[in-house]
Each structure stands twice: as structure tokens, then as C-alpha cells.
């Protein structure tokens, strides 16, 4: 009240008030001078209580308190006046309050509400509204997935370019798109509205007074005008718009969508989710900033808590010693019980009497000497200094003479002639490593030797031999065992020669595996075997055309009983040794990785033109392009005449892909509404807008042995939702609006995250 009095009014009241008081003042005063002395130290206590600064915070705290009480009880308070992006008209009615489940503080969006709610604007609204600021790449992980928004988006053409003609093309959308608009400019807008401007819907709910509840209660706000208004042809009345009379008519009634997730689509229901839906449009970062604002509230109150003392000061010091003693193996667990013991001391009321420096943890934490041990060695490892002097002190010894003129020409003959061996290793002719008279491995100069590992032979009686590099083929360990079958073991100790097979005895062990295999052998004894093979081979070094041969039937061993760990461990050995020059089988061990690699759904290597003119690269790289372009047709062809043993691996990912396919031909089976609305009118009956898929078809496209496969398949994915059960599996019709939310359901839960056993 005292906002609306004039300058004037103030002055003079003012002007009265400080006459009456006058004599007030005067006796205070002499009453002061009576009394000074029984009232002079209440005085100085009650100043001392007013000047300390937590009576000032604790006043500040109840009165803003006080103000953001009255605020959420009432919603404004009384002297201040509202700003709005849209003042409410008075003839407008006053949208009530809703309980949005965004509403709390601590409350986060209904993504299954959106979901729902971007179905209603894409069905309903999106023929007359825009939502300019809204990519398809925003909807991910919030209402539907990447794949579901990447078929989205490619039904719509988006002009892109120029080309490199200098012209402009069209493109099928993409994710980094942004949801298309329905007309191409504002005047075509107003020309299909009868001038009309329909408003672009990101930011609706933010820029109307009563943001979500005014949304909601226009869309359900829809009624006959009252008697006494008049609402001119074309407008339609609705007693929550300014004025009443409104362009848009209603547009949301009973039935009008069909949710994929089988919620009853009654028009409150379809109102609140597109709500939902916009609501989060206009702020689609309202989750993120709620979860940062209760993690700013809790680190800070944490820091409130210890700025003021509530934790004793030996506590801290305990608290960070063991944060400092902490490593990262034994972080998380340490973490736990130092939270533990706090809490413990804290419900038993022991913070301040418990002897902190005698508390000790559970788990294990590094000593104080074993660290700094460690930054010793790390601190000698790194200081450059010491590592020259160390490099003196040992090149006082065995360092060369300068002066020396022999000493520098056997140098020199030394690095020409290793010169000249790099060079014929390199030309792959001269790859086979000449091996000089060694009783030791006699027994490998039968074919050719390919070792990575190995370096060049020196005669240790050699005087030109350089020290400094040692002579591995002294070492190499040659076994002597004779027994041709032996269990993998794996090495704990330095390998013995009468424990080691050598190299013909290994060559007779493969053979009779490879009988036993035909004859039906248990795998996980020949398995057994094979790994004990090749432990052989390379504690003795041995790389050659053999040792290829194993691995590879090996793999193949275990992709025909399905054992990836197995497989993957040969494949990234044959790499290398390929990597080498060995021959093999290096383009059907190619086509396998490229399988491999899209089961895993990655892209990785280069191929040379020899392996892309093989006939099994081929194969890999169609079966690549027809996951790429979606041709599940062309796919299962190449599955059915898959060459060697690529069809095993295509059996690890063929199911998703049947999955991924059905997916696809359960949504061509279903009829749009434009089009079922152009049967209904041509038609004389009702016209189904589900259609049905025969599992003959099935079984023919997905390339199933027979319709037990068919039916099997259905039911282990949840998707066995059949128009006629009864019928045999032949003329079984597949209901193609029951199968699509499950198959969808099963490909999110089973196949979306790929599980490769074994590393390749």
C-alpha cells in the first residue's frame, strides 16, 4: 500500500510521526540516565547478539524462507508482478494444474510417454506443425533407438550439394537431420490454412502462459460456444485460447493412433503424451540439468559439512592418508570400507573419541617404503644422467677403441654383412633361413623355415662376433619325447627337453589326429591335443609350412564344433604367421576374419587384389554389402551356397539378421492410412490394415530347412502370434501387428550388444 502513496503524503507523515515522538524520546532518555546502571549489560548482550554474524545468516535463511514458502503455497507473491513470454487475456480461461510427472525437483520426463507422444505429433500434428529445432539424432536413447530413427529419417528426401556438377540433389535423411518441416515456406503455410500461420512446436510449451497445462487443456478443450458468442465461419471455439475463437480445429479424438505398445489411445491420453512429448522439445536437457543440480547440491553440502567442522581434525588427516595410500586395483573396495567405517562411527557416536590414528583398514593398502621404492626406481629409470654414467662405466669396459683401425674395419664388415642378410630376408626368395651345421637342429632343415623370432647365426668362436647380441639358436630347446599324444598342460616352469616332441614326432601326431577326427573323436580331447601341438612348435621355434597347416586345421576344427575361443586364438596366430610369407590358405582364412568382423559389426583392414579376386572374399565382401544395403533376399542366398566353412561363421549372426528381416517384412505387410483409407473408399467391406505373412514365405526368404524351423524360431524370440494356430505349420499365417512389438522387443534385449567370444 504505502508503493501507491505520493511523495508528498510520505513527507508529511513522516514529519508528524518524528513530533509525536519527540517527547517519547525525551523521556527515554531521562529514563535511561535513572536506570543506566541496572540496564547496561542486557544492552551490551542484546547489541553483542545483533552484530554477530549467524544471528544476520540465520535471519537471511528464515526470510528467504519464508518468501519461497508463500511462493509454492500461493505461486507469486503479492508485491510483484508476473512476466509472461504471452500475457493470458481476460476472456481466457485459466488452465488448472496438472500433476506432470516432470513436476518435482528430483522428477525426470515419462520417455515412454514421448515415445508415445512423438507418434501422436508424427501421425497427427506433423501435417500442419513444424519442429524446427529438433534433429533425429536428439530422439536417441531418449524415445526410440539409432536404427529405429535411421529408417525415420531416410523417408524423408532432404536437398543436399552442390554435386560436383554444381547442382543441388536429393538424399535420403540422415540422423544429423533435422525433422523436415510440412510446407516449404511461410506463405505456402498461410495458403493452406486460409492465412493461417500454424507455430513451429519446439518451443510451444515454453512461450504460452500455463505452459503444459495449457497444451493439454487446449487439446481437450474443444466445446460447443456458449449461447450469446458468435464465432465466425471457419473458426472453431475453445474456451482456453485469448479470445475463444481459434484457426486450429480439434484434431485428437478417441482411437485416432494405434500405440505400438498397446496403451488405449483415448484423447486425454494422446493429449498428455504429445504434451510430454513437446515439453520436453523445448527443454530436452531437463533430465541432464536435474541430475547435475543433486550432484552440485550433494558435493556442496558435502563441503558445507567440512567447512564447518563437523568432521574432527584426525578423522581428516585419516581419511587422507588413506586416500593417498589407495591405488587403482584395490580402489573401489578400499572406498567402500573407509564409507563404512565412517558410517559406523558416525551412527555409534564415536567420531570424536575414536583414535584415528590407530584405525586400519581391512584391505590391503600399499606401505609407505614399497612406494617409495617404486618412485626410486622410477626416478633412476627416467634420470638421464645416471643413465649416461651407467653407459660410461659399462663402455670403459667393453667399448671399442677409436683409434683402433682393425677394430673399426671388423665393425664395418660386421654391419655390411648383416646388411646383406636383412636384404635377402626381405626379398622373400632368400626367406629360408640357411641354417649352418648344428647338431642341435639338425632336424628342422627338411623344408622351409620361417622364423620372425630368429636373428643372424654367429659362430661363438667367431672373433668378429659381436657380444652384445646374443646367439638364440644355442638356446633354442629341441625335444627328444617320443610319445605321440600328450594333454595340454600349460607352462609354469622352463620347458625340458624330454618333456618337448620334436619336429618328426610332431608331424605323426597331427597325421593321427586327423584320423581320429574323421573317426568321430571327442573334441574336447582333440582340442586338448592340438593345443599341446602347438605349445610344441613354439617352445621350439618352429615356424614353417607345418606349422601353418596346424592352425588352420585347427580353426577349422573349432568353428565345425563351435568354439570361437578356440578359433579366434588360431586366426590371430595364422595372422602373423602369414604375416611372415608362409603360405596358406591366406584368402579363406581372409574371407573368415571379414565374417567375423560383421558378426562384431566392425570395419577394419585392407585386402590385396589377389585375395579380392578369390571366390570366398568375394562371398565375404557381398555378404557385407547386402547387411549394408539391407537386401536380407540376396543375404540368405549367400548363406544357403556359402563356399569352405564361412557358413559356420554366418550361423553366430544369421539369427539376428532373421530377426532384423522380419522386422522389416512385418512393417511392409502393414498398410498406411492413406492408402487404407483410399481401399476403405474403393472397397466395398472393411479393409484390414494388418495383414498376414505365410510361413512358407518365411521359410523360403530366411532360408529355413523346414516350417518345424520356422515355427521353432518364432516361439524361442516370443513372436509365435498366429491368425489361425490350429492350421498346420504350411498354412500358418504369422499376425504381422502381434509379432512386431516382441520382435522389436527380443533385438533390443538379445542382439543390439554383439557377445564375441575369444579376441580376434
Not at 580402489?331 to 558416525?346: F, G, M, P, T
Not at 610369407?581 to 560383421?598: C, D, N, Q, S
Amino acid at each position: 500500500m504505502l508503493s501507491r502513496l505520493p511523495a508528498a503524503a510520505l513527507n508529511k507523515s513522516g514529519a508528524f510521526v518524528a513530533s509525536r515522538s519527540a517527547p517519547l524520546r525525551a523521556a527515554a532518555r531521562s529514563g535511561s540516565v535513572r536506570f543506566a546502571s541496572s540496564n547496561a549489560a542486557s544492552e551490551s548482550g542484546f547489541q553483542a547478539v545483533i552484530n554477530s554474524r549467524a544471528t544476520l545468516a540465520s535471519a537471511t535463511l528464515v526470510a528467504a524462507g519464508s518468501l519461497a514458502w508463500y511462493t509454492h503455497l500461493y505461486g507469486s507473491l503479492p508485491f510483484l508482478g508476473e512476466v509472461h513470454a504471452s500475457s493470458l487475456a481476460e476472456e481466457g480461461l485459466h488452465p488448472p494444474q496438472y500433476p506432470w510427472s516432470s513436476k518435482g525437483w528430483l522428477d525426470s520426463f515419462d520417455h515412454a510417454s514421448i515415445r508415445r507422444g512423438y507418434q501422436v505429433y508424427r501421425e497427427v500434428c506433423a501435417a500442419c506443425h513444424s519442429l524446427d529445432r529438433i534433429a533425429w539424432r536428439n530422439l536417441v536413447g531418449v524415445s526410440h533407438t539409432a536404427d529405429e530413427l535411421k529408417a525415420f529419417a531416410e523417408e524423408f528426401e532432404y536437398t543436399d550439394g552442390p554435386n560436383d556438377e554444381g547442382e543441388m540433389f536429393q538424399r535420403p535423411g540422415k540422423l544429423s537431420d533435422y525433422l523436415p518441416p510440412p510446407y516449404p515456406n511461410e506463405e505456402a503455410a498461410r495458403a493452406s490454412n486460409a492465412g493461417a500461420l500454424p507455430p513451429d512446436l519446439s518451443l510451444i510449451v515454453k512461450a504460452r502462459h500455463g505452459n503444459a497445462d495449457y497444451i493439454f487443456s487446449l487439446l481437450t478443450g474443444y466445446v460447443d460456444p456458449p449461447a450469446g458468442v458468435e464465432i465466425r465461419e471457419g473458426m472453431n471455439y475453445n474456451p482456453y485460447f485469448p479470445g475463444g475463437a481459434i484457426s486450429m480445429p480439434r484434431v485428437i479424438f478417441d482411437g485416432l493412433v494405434e500405440y505400438d505398445d498397446g496403451t488405449s489411445a483415448t484423447t486425454a491420453q494422446m493429449a498428455k503424451d504429445v504434451t510430454t512429448f513437446l515439453s520436453w522439445a523445448a527443454e530436452p536437457e531437463h533430465d541432464d540439468r536435474k541430475k547435475t543440480g543433486l550432484k552440485a547440491v550433494i558435493l556442496f553440502s558435502a563441503l558445507t559439512a567440512i567447512s564447518l567442522d563437523s568432521w574432527p581434525p584426525p578423522l581428516k588427516d585419516w581419511v587422507a592418508r588413506c586416500l593417498g595410500q589407495m591405488t587403482d586395483s584395490n580402489r573401489d573396495e578400499a572406498q567402500a570400507e573407509l564409507r563404512k567405517v565412517i558410517s559406523d562411527a558416525y551412527t555409534t557416536k564415536t567420531l570424536w573419541t575414536t583414535d584415528w590414528d590407530g584405525v586400519q583398514l581391512q584391505r590391503p593398502m600399499p606401505t609407505s617404503s614399497s612406494l617409495k621404492r617404486k618412485l626410486n626406481e622410477g626416478t633412476f629409470s627416467n634420470n638421464k644422467k645416471s643413465k649416461k654414467s651407467q653407459m660410461n662405466k659399462s663402455g670403459s669396459h667393453n667399448g671399442l677403441d677409436l683409434s683402433d683401425r682393425i677394430a673399426l674395419d671388423r665393425r664395418a664388415e660386421r654391419f655390411k654383412r648383416e646388411h646383406e642378410i636383412e636384404q635377402q630376408k626381405s626379398r622373400r626368395a632368400g626367406g629360408q633361413a640357411s641354417l649352418k651345421a648344428n647338431h642341435h637342429t639338425s632336424h628342422l632343415l627338411n623344408g622351409s623355415m620361417y622364423s620372425r623370432s630368429a636373428s643372424p647365426y654367429v659362430n661363438p668362436d667367431d672373433p668378429e662376433a659381436d657380444p652384445n647380441v646374443p646367439n638364440w639358436d644355442r638356446f633354442t630347446i629341441v625335444g627328444t619325447s617320443q610319445e605321440i599324444f600328450k594333454d595340454y598342460l600349460r607352462l609354469t616352469s622352463e620347458p625340458k627337453p624330454e618333456q618337448i616332441r620334436p619336429y618328426p614326432v610332431l608331424q605323426q601326431t597331427l597325421t593321427e589326429l586327423k584320423r581320429r577326427w574323421r573317426e568321430k573323436a571327442n573334441y574336447n580331447w582333440i582340442c586338448s591335443q592340438f593345443k599341446s601341438l602347438r605349445q610344441d612348435l613354439t617352445v621350439q621355434r618352429i615356424k614353417n609350412d607345418f606349422t601353418v597347416s596346424v592352425y588352420e586345421i585347427h580353426a577349422r576344427m573349432a568353428l565345425e564344433h563351435g568354439d570361437m575361443v578356440e578359433y579366434n586364438s588360431c586366426q590371430a596366430s595364422l595372422k602373423m604367421l602369414y604375416e611372415l610369407g608362409i603360405p596358406g590358405k591366406v584368402e579363406e582364412f581372409t574371407a573368415y576374419r571379414i565374417l567375423m568382423l560383421l558378426h562384431g559389426r566392425n570395419r577394419s583392414g585392407q585386402l590385396t587384389p589377389r585375395q579380392k579376386e578369390d571366390p570366398a572374399v568375394q562371398h565375404a565382401l557381398a555378404v557385407q554389402r547386402a547387411i549394408a544395403i539391407a537386401n536380407y533376399h540376396a543375404l540368405f542366398e549367400l548363406y544357403l551356397n556359402a563356399p569352405n566353412m564361412g557358413a559356420y561363421i554366418m550361423d553366430h549372426f544369421i539369427d539376428r539378421e532373421r530377426i532384423r528381416a522380419l522386422l522389416v517384412m512385418s512393417k511392409a505387410y502393414v498398410l498406411s492410412p492413406v492408402l487404407l483409407s483410399h481401399l476403405y473408399s474403393t472397397s466395398c467391406g472393411p479393409v484390414t490394415r494388418y495383414q498376414k505373412i505365410s510361413l512358407s514365405v518365411i521359410q523360403q526368404e530366411l532360408a529355413f530347412d523346414n516350417y518345424i524351423q520356422v515355427r521353432d524360431f518364432l516361439v524361442l524370440h516370443g513372436a509365435a502370434f498366429f491368425t489361425n494356430p490350429n492350421s498346420p505349420d504350411e498354412e500358418k499365417l504369422l499376425d504381422c501387428r502381434a509379432a512386431g512389438a516382441p520382435l522389436a522387443q527380443v533385438f533390443e534385449e538379445k542382439y543390439r550388444k554383439v557377445q564375441i567370444k575369444g579376441a580376434v
